[in-house]
């Protein structure tokens, strides 16, 4: 069973771990500098030459600064959330009206071309799946025919295609084949659209890329590791 609030998993009433979940214990390089940027772009656009600022206005702007990233997220995740479940209407068939903000309108187009160019049909979309095999859970996104090509995919609106990604959708095509041995994938996929209506689709051949599976399962292991660690400790 899925809980939507929180993004949680339950199996006969006991909590079950989440792909997003283990992948939290790897460490996201990437994202130091972008919050480092978020904040000195919010204090150069209200620090102004000339222009005095005493205690108490310097440090009000030092400490929305310091969260300039976390509303910067919010603002993508809100274009990203929208434009996932504008496209998870389209596909389950359920005719969604075009967007009108222009952002949200740019990613929901740049999708549709994206499925004409391609000539993806979409089999399913928002599937949980369960590795009862090594005990996690997750939701992928999509599993499509392209050309003759079974796909499983996952949909991204982020800056760029992080290799925390092909873990995840390995963690999704481990968990699905297990359950559904019959279906024959020969590839994953990420399409990532970003909010000013870039967009990027990468596949990767399951046979030649057997060890992100592999990844995926180490952290499982090191994210195990760490929980018991802080049960030891007393942190729990």
Same mark, same amino acid.
């Given at each position: 069973?899925?809980?939507? #609030?929180?993004?949680? *998993?339950?199996?006969?009433?006991?909590?079950?771990?989440?792909?997003?979940?283990?992948?939290?214990?790897?460490?996201?390089?990437?994202?130091?500098?972008?919050?480092?940027?978020?904040?000195?772009?919010?204090?150069?656009?209200?620090?102004?030459?000339?222009?005095?600022? !005493?205690?108490?206005?310097? %440090?009000?702007?030092?400490?929305?600064?310091?969260?300039?990233?976390?509303?910067?997220?919010?603002?993508?995740?809100?274009?990203?959330?929208?434009?996932?479940?504008?496209? !998870?209407?389209?596909?389950?068939?359920?005719?969604? #009206?075009?967007?009108?903000?222009?952002?949200? %309108?740019?990613?929901?187009?740049?999708?549709?071309?994206?499925?004409?160019?391609? %000539?993806?049909?979409?089999?399913?979309?928002?599937?949980?799946?369960?590795?009862?095999?090594?005990?996690?859970?997750?939701?992928?996104?999509?599993?499509?025919?392209?050309? !003759?090509?079974?796909?499983?995919?996952?949909?991204?609106?982020?800056?760029?295609?992080?290799? #925390? *990604?092909?873990?995840?959708?390995?963690? *999704?095509?481990?968990?699905?084949?297990?359950?559904?041995?019959?279906?024959? *994938?020969?590839?994953?996929?990420?399409?990532?659209?970003?909010?000013?209506?870039?967009?990027?689709?990468?596949?990767?051949?399951?046979?030649?890329?057997?060890?992100?599976?592999?990844?995926?399962?180490?952290?499982?292991?090191?994210?195990?590791?760490? #929980?018991?660690?802080?049960?030891?400790?007393?942190?729990?």
């Amino acid at each position: 069973m899925f809980n939507d #609030e929180g993004h949680k *998993y339950y199996m006969d009433n006991e909590k079950l771990i989440g792909v997003t979940t283990v992948l939290s214990c790897i460490n996201k390089p990437a994202l130091v500098p972008w919050a480092s940027n978020m904040c000195a772009d919010y204090v150069k656009d209200h620090l102004k030459p000339g222009i005095p600022m !005493d205690e108490v206005e310097i %440090k009000t702007m030092l400490d929305v600064a310091r969260k300039a990233h976390t509303q910067r997220k919010v603002d993508a995740g809100n274009v990203g959330s929208l434009a996932h479940d504008w496209i !998870d209407g389209y596909i389950k068939g359920e005719n969604p #009206e075009m967007p009108f903000n222009e952002d949200l %309108k740019k990613s929901v187009n740049k999708f549709l071309k994206w499925q004409e160019d391609y %000539k993806v049909k979409f089999l399913l979309s928002e599937q949980v799946v369960y590795s009862k095999k090594h005990n996690f859970c997750g939701t992928l996104d999509f599993i499509a025919k392209i050309g !003759d090509d079974l796909v499983l995919l996952d949909f991204k609106t982020s800056s760029g295609i992080w290799p #925390e *990604y092909w873990l995840q959708v390995f963690a *999704y095509w481990l968990a699905r084949t297990e359950e559904f041995p019959e279906e024959n *994938y020969k590839s994953v996929g990420v399409l990532r659209i970003g909010r000013v209506g870039e967009i990027e689709f990468v596949k990767k051949d399951i046979k030649d890329n057997l060890y992100l599976k592999d990844g995926f399962l180490a952290a499982l292991s090191l994210y195990h590791t760490l #929980e018991n660690m802080k049960k030891e400790s007393g942190r729990y």
